[in-house]
């Protein structure tokens, strides 16, 4: 999976709206959209925050193809 399509399946699995989302980063709503629809990309240094948020393992917050190259190491 992609950051952003990661990022919207862990805030939905946390019933979460993109605007509780954003609160709870501290972003505006858009730039969380924008992150979300991957109109950018998400800094490395949110991936702790949506994780701790998310309730997930930071290596899971990981797109499909950090994990790889992470593995290979």
């Known amino acids: ?4 399509e990661l990022l ?4 939905l699995e946390n019933n979460l709206t993109q605007q ?3 609160n ?6 858009a730039a969380y ?4 629809s991957e109109l950018t ?3 490395i240094d949110r ?3 949506i994780s701790v948020v998310c309730n997930v393992k930071l290596h899971d917050m990981l797109p499909e193809n950090w994990q790889k190259k992470i593995n290979s190491e």
């Open 20 to 22: 509780q989302m954003a």
């Open 47 to 49: 991936y702790f925050s």
């Open 33 to 36: 959209h924008k992150w979300e």
């Open 24 to 29: 709870l980063l501290g972003i505006s709503q």
């Open 1 to 4: 999976m992609s950051a952003g």
């Open 8 to 11: 919207r399946r862990y805030r």
């Open 41 to 43: 990309k998400i800094p």
